[in-house]
């Protein structure tokens, strides 16, 4: 479960011993609406709470 302040998915890239924080923005409307064309069981649960809504880290610990 990813937490953060940032809005998109951060990662980390790893490359011949260097480490790079990256981040992915999104268009949350468009991915929403991928989302929903799914067949994916309890879609809007899943879009409410790993798409529309982010966990910041003061309440990841």
Sequence with gaps: MP?????GAQW????DQQF?????????????????LSDYPYVDNFITQYVENTVPLSKAY
């Design 3 to 7: 937490f953060s302040d940032l809005e």
């Design 12 to 15: 980390l890239w790893i490359d």
């Design 20 to 36: 790079r924080f990256k981040r992915t923005k999104i268009d949350k409307a468009a991915a929403v609406k991928e989302i929903q």
